[in-house]
C-alpha cells in the first residue's frame, strides 16, 4: 500500500539558511544566552531588542540593528534596558520585548515581562516601556495583576480603547487573554481571546508571538503553544485570526505551522523552543521577517508570505 507524503506540505515558514542570526559570539559583552527580540523597522533599517540572558541568568535587553535584518549586525556595546526597582520591577530582569507604533499617541510602546515583589513571591508581569527613537525611553510602570506574560498592545485603540493582549494564569490554567484601557494605566474589561485546547499541541500553555498584525481579513495573531511531554516542553506556533473590531476569534489553526526542527531548535539552554516576539512585514512584498528565539540560545529569523498566512488560516482544518 502506498502512503502520501503528508510531509511534503508547503512549508509556511521558511528558515533563514545562515541561522541562527545572533550568537552570543556575537555580542560585544560577555553573555549566556541571546533570544526572544522584539523585531521594528526604524530609518530604514531593521531594529531588533533583543533579550539578553547574563551569565548570573538575569536578563535585560539590548538593541541590535541590521540594513537588510539579515545580516551585519551592530549590536550596543551595553544594555539597552535593565530592571528598575523604583517601577515595581523586583531587578530580576527584563524578557521576551513586544514592539508596537501606536499611531494615536506617535510613540513606540514596549511591553516586556518584568518581576513584581508581592505576597506571593516574585512572580512575571508587564512592564510597558514607551519611546519615539529608541535612544529615549518613558518608564509606564509594571501593569496588570501577576504572574502574566506573553503581552503585547494592538497597534491601534479598538472601539476607542487600547487593548493589551496578556497571558495571566488564572485557576492554573495559561489562556490567552484581552483587557483594556483608556490611558495605558488602568485595565479591565479582561477577557479569554484564545484558550489551551485540550490534548493538543497547544495544551499547556498558549501565549502571543509578535504583535498582532492588521489585515483586510482580520488581526492575525501568531501565538506559541506549548505541550508538556515525558521527554519536556516543546513549544510550536500556531495561527489565529481576530474580527478587526470585537476581537472575536474568526478563525485558528488545528495544527500548528512551525516547530523546532533544525538542531539549533532542538538543542540550547532550553530544548525545543521556537519563539517568535516580532515580525517586520514588507508592504510592496507582502513578506514577513519573523524572528525568534531558538532554544532560549540564539536569534534566529524565517520569512513567510501573509498572503499564503492567510490563505492557509481561511481553509485550514479548524477543530
Ligand atoms: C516561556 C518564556 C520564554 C521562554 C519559554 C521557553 O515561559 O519564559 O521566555 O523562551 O518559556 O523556555
Not at 37 to 46: T, Y
Not at 171 to 184: H, N, P, T
Not at 206 to 224: A, K, N, R, S
Request: aromatic share 12%; net charge neutral.
Amino acid at each position: 500500500m502506498k502512503y502520501k507524503n503528508f510531509n511534503s506540505f508547503k512549508e509556511l515558514f521558511k528558515r533563514y539558511k545562515k541561522n541562527p542570526i545572533l550568537t552570543p559570539e556575537n555580542w560585544p559583552y560577555k553573555v549566556g544566552a541571546v533570544f526572544n527580540p522584539g523585531a521594528i523597522k526604524l530609518n530604514d533599517e531593521i531594529l531588533l531588542l533583543v533579550r539578553v540572558e547574563d551569565r548570573q541568568g538575569y536578563s535585560h535587553l539590548t538593541i541590535a540593528r541590521s540594513k537588510d535584518g539579515k545580516t551585519n549586525w551592530r549590536i550596543d556595546s551595553a544594555p539597552t534596558l535593565v530592571a528598575k526597582k523604583e517601577f515595581g520591577e523586583a531587578l530580576f530582569g527584563l524578557e521576551d520585548p513586544r514592539i508596537v507604533w501606536l499611531e494615536e499617541r506617535e510613540e513606540y510602546i514596549i511591553t516586556c515581562i518584568s518581576f513584581f515583589e508581592c505576597v506571593t513571591g516574585e512572580p512575571p508581569g508587564i512592564s510597558l516601556i514607551s519611546t519615539k527613537d529608541f535612544i529615549n525611553f518613558k518608564r509606564l510602570g509594571h501593569k496588570l495583576i501577576p504572574p502574566n506574560k506573553d503581552a503585547s498592545l494592538f497597534p491601534k485603540t479598538i472601539n476607542g480603547y487600547y487593548a493589551l493582549i496578556n497571558r495571566p494564569i488564572v485557576e492554573g490554567r495559561a489562556d490567552i487573554w484581552v483587557s483594556f484601557s483608556k490611558d495605558l494605566d488602568f485595565w479591565g474589561n479582561d477577557r479569554v481571546l484564545i484558550p489551551t485546547r485540550h490534548r493538543s499541541w497547544d495544551c499547556s500553555r498558549v501565549g502571543l508571538g509578535p504583535p498582532p498584525i492588521e489585515t483586510p481579513d482580520g488581526w492575525l495573531i501568531i501565538y506559541h503553544g506549548a505541550r508538556d511531554t515525558a521527554s519536556g516542553t516543546i513549544y510550536r506556533v500556531g495561527l489565529a485570526l481576530l474580527d478587526l473590531e470585537t476581537l472575536e476569534v474568526i478563525r485558528r489553526t488545528k495544527d500548528w505551522v512551525f516547530g523546532p526542527k533544525e538542531s539549533y531548535e532542538r538543542v540550547g539552554n532550553v530544548d525545543d523552543v521556537v519563539f517568535p516576539c516580532g515580525t517586520v512585514l514588507d508592504e510592496k512584498t507582502n513578506e514577513i521577517l519573523i524572528y525568534y528565539g531558538a532554544a532560549d540560545s540564539t536569534v534566529a529569523l524565517a520569512t513567510a508570505n501573509l498572503n499564503d498566512l492567510l490563505d492557509y488560516i481561511k481553509t485550514c482544518e479548524m477543530c
